[in-house]
């Protein structure tokens, strides 16, 4: 049986315990970075082959993961360094993404 409260990564066979930032999405934190770089990734992909980009990723990239990443990065009290580069490193990208959507009035296909 599991025991209750944050339990462990939702991802099948991982061990990893949740950390608190991320109770929502019930991943640990390196699932969470593979998803998110991932989401980054076709994001980014989508505009290059001049497809419209898909606004449920862009909002939780922007929103949600932006918010998890900084919040870890401030409470994290001893990060592994590479966790640390990789975190760093997505804020980087959506950084990144925040710019490209703010200046190339990207055109998000919202349902009507
Ligand atoms: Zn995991």
Redesign the pocket.
Known sequence: MNAPGAG????AG???S?PAALANEQ??????LDDAFLRTDQTFGRCREGRAMNPADVEWLLSDALAIVKNLEEKASDPQPQHRDRMLELLLMLANLHEYVAHHSVQLDRPA
């Open positions: 462990s990564c939702r991802r991982c061990p990893n949740i991943l640990c934190l390196e699932h969470f």
